[in-house]
């Protein structure tokens, strides 16, 4: 298995709604990254976990929280989200040892708050 | 800080024409460079690292650390070429740290 699979595809919530989006990965990737991508940008990191512990928040706010609770799945909760926050959710996973392998993408959650 | 600059946001080219995509970076450190790819509706895809020198599709690229440059290089260009294509730069705290990316059009 090489990829990273993210589900769900889509996602619509209220900003009163909890929600969480959920990535998995069977390749042994001990580092997992959230990112954020808004149309026509690049990605923009959120989280890194390196050996299920978060290493890097890259001061996004509270109302995103991730969780990882083994090696192969991170989770992204959701709670009280504003429209602004509508956009395409990617996970990504990587070796430690060997970065100069690459980051493998899932395909996203696009997700839209009204 | 760590930077990775995009010049272009698009680049239209006829099938055929060569392509560059140029690429600049920042680091202090020793950089681990990728190129990656985005269809139209599909996942971001790795391209190219900068370690392993290899041709993917056709493409090439070449770190030049004394222009702390990057650049992705297609000799003849193709339609289904067209997509965006992002530089990005990993750093020793595993960030991936992505340019502003390029759209490239390939004209029939």
């Known amino acids: 298995d090489t990829e990273v699979t993210q589900t769900p595809k889509h996602l619509v919530m209220g900003m009163t709604n909890k929600k969480s989006l959920k990535c998995e990965q069977h390749?042994?990737?001990?580092?997992m990254y959230w990112y954020k991508q808004k149309a026509k940008k690049p990605p923009e990191l959120m989280f890194v976990?390196?050996?299920?512990?978060?290493?890097i928040n890259e001061s996004v706010p509270s109302r995103f929280s991730p969780e990882c609770p083994n090696s192969s799945l991170l989770n992204l909760h959701l709670h009280a989200l504003q429209p602004e926050d509508s956009a395409l959710y990617l996970c990504?996973?990587?070796?430690?040892?060997?970065?100069?392998?690459?980051?493998?993408f899932g395909s996203g959650t696009r997700l839209t708050v009204v | 800080a760590q930077r990775v600059t995009q010049p272009e946001k698009l680049l239209s080219v006829f099938k055929g024409a060569p392509v560059e995509l140029k690429c600049n970076y920042s680091?202090?450190?020793?950089?681990?460079l990728f190129w990656y790819v985005q269809y139209s509706r599909q996942r971001l895809q790795l391209l190219l690292r900068h370690i392993s020198r290899e041709s993917i599709k056709g493409f090439t690229a070449d770190l030049n650390k004394g222009e702390t440059s990057f650049h992705l290089k297609k000799p003849f260009a193709q339609e289904e070429d067209s997509a965006m294509y992002y530089c990005?730069?990993?750093?020793?705290?595993?960030?991936?740290?992505f340019g502003s990316g390029t759209r490239l059009l390939v004209r029939p």
């Open positions: 990005a730069l990993a750093d020793s705290s595993y960030k991936l740290i």
């Open positions: 390749m042994g990737h001990r580092a």
């Open positions: 976990y390196s050996y299920e512990k978060l290493s």
């Open positions: 990504a996973s990587s070796q430690t040892r060997d970065r100069i392998y690459g980051y493998t």
């Open positions: 680091y202090s450190g020793s950089p681990e």
